[in-house]
């Protein structure tokens, strides 16, 4: 998600914001619990979960805040400089 951010910011390719949106919609659909918070960390191939404990010694609660964090951060600055160069 941060990279195709990323991309998008420095290139202006929508195929990049595209796959932020793709990965993003994966994301959710498979990876994130909408009842209980969190994401899971592993699935099969399928996309059914793999291993339903959301945090051991290979899964932290660090990654997906601070993934969030930076995609707003971009976000931000896209949004910010679209603005500036209109």
């Given at each position: 998600?941060?990279?195709?951010?990323?991309?998008?910011?420095?290139?202006?390719?929508?195929?990049?914001?595209?796959?932020?949106?793709?990965?993003?919609?994966?994301?959710?659909?498979?990876?994130?619990?909408?009842e209980y918070?969190?994401?899971?960390?592993?699935?099969h191939r399928?996309?059914?979960?793999?291993?339903?404990?959301?945090?051991?010694?290979?899964?932290?609660?660090?990654?997906?805040?601070?993934?969030?964090?930076?995609?707003?951060?971009?976000?931000?600055?896209?949004?910010?400089?679209?603005?500036?160069?209109?």
């Amino acid at each position: 998600l941060i990279s195709s951010l990323m991309l998008y910011r420095d290139t202006r390719k929508e195929e990049y914001l595209t796959w932020f949106y793709k990965t993003l919609e994966y994301c959710q659909t498979y990876l994130a619990d909408p009842e209980y918070g969190e994401w899971y960390g592993y699935l099969h191939r399928d996309g059914t979960v793999a291993q339903d404990a959301k945090g051991n010694i290979f899964k932290g609660p660090f990654h997906i805040p601070r993934m969030l964090i930076e995609a707003e951060i971009f976000a931000k600055d896209i949004l910010f400089n679209e603005k500036n160069n209109k």
